[in-house]
């Protein structure tokens, strides 16, 4: 289970903690999310043939802003060793 699957669930954990709305509201919200960087993943593996497990784990566990910067440096950058670099950010 990846880093963004377990947030999707301590989201619904947290959400019995505090209702079952909350719980949901929150774990849609990560869903999304994680959806959204296996989308940025599937887009920076289509553009390069050297992107590795390494340069996806980068945006899979990206914040939103800087999933954000990623979507809007894709033909910016020239080489996916930048987003392990952090100079793509």
């Known amino acids: 289970m ?4 377990r947030r999707f669930e301590e989201g619904f954990a947290l959400g ?8 949901i509201a929150i774990g849609e919200l ?4 994680r959806a959204r960087r296996q989308l940025v993943a ?11 497990p390494a340069h996806e784990a980068v ?8 999933l954000e910067i990623m979507v809007n440096s894709l033909f910016i950058v020239e080489h996916p060793d930048e987003l392990l670099s952090a100079t793509a950010v």
């Open 16 to 23: 019995e903690l505090q209702g079952k709305e909350g719980g």
């Open 30 to 33: 990560r869903g999304e999310l």
């Open 2 to 5: 990846g880093y963004a699957d």
């Open 42 to 52: 599937q887009l920076y593996r289509q553009r390069f043939k050297s992107f590795t």
């Open 59 to 66: 945006i899979l566990n990206a914040s939103p802003d800087v």
